[in-house]
């Protein structure tokens, strides 16, 4: 049998900011009543870590929470955890209407860090990047050019970002030209 890998295996760009696909990283949809009890439960056991508001992330390394929609979350863990923690969801969410889904394998992820790294996303993407209106921690559904992406702070200089693997390596060449080397624009 074939070792799983990641959309880019890797790839990684030094510019204005440095740009790094993280390799696996597990990701479990989970949808339903978001005020629910066994709902909430069933994300933090598995995560680790409390509940995000809205528009929020709260993540700990490789687990953690994301805040998707009034009604559905993106819950963060290791890759080779997937199926026990969607097995231990499912016993939490028995009787509850709701939906536990792996979608590790359907998405990317990007590191962009650095000095440079808003400047590099609000390039591509139509959000208030500014240090007053985007802090570590906020998370946002967007675009970057034409590709559905999702975006957050892990600190003040790094922003993660979620991508379909489809579009993996589109993302990371729109990433890399906007990180290129003379583009700074010196807005923040």
């Known amino acids: ?16 900011a440095e740009i790094t696909e993280i390799g696996l990283q597990g990701m479990i949809t989970l949808r339903g009543d978001l005020a629910s009890v066994k709902i909430r439960k069933a994300a933090t056991g598995v995560a680790g870590v409390d509940m995000p508001g809205q528009g929020r992330a709260n993540c700990d390394g490789d687990r953690g929470l994301c805040w998707m929609s009034p009604d559905e979350l993106l819950v ?19 009787g509850e209407f709701a939906l536990a889904v792996d979608v590790s394998d359907a998405r990317c ?4 860090s650095g000095s440079a790294a808003r400047e590099v996303l609000a390039k591509l993407a139509p959000v208030d990047l500014s ?4 802090t570590p921690g906020m998370f946002r559904r967007t675009k970057l050019a034409q590709v559905p ?35 700074e624009v010196g807005v923040f």
């Open 1 to 16: 049998m074939s070792e799983p890998v990641s959309a880019l295996n890797h790839a990684a760009f030094t510019g204005i």
């Open 76 to 94: 963060l863990c290791p890759y080779d955890t997937v199926a026990a923690d969607i097995e231990k969801m499912r016993k939490t969410l028995a």
């Open 109 to 112: 992820v990007f590191d962009v």
């Open 131 to 134: 240090p007053a209106a985007f």
């Open 149 to 183: 992406a999702a975006i957050w702070m892990r600190d003040d200089r790094t922003f993660r970002i979620v991508v379909f693997r489809s579009v993996a390596q589109y993302a990371f060449d729109l990433l890399k030209v906007a990180a290129q080397e003379g583009s």
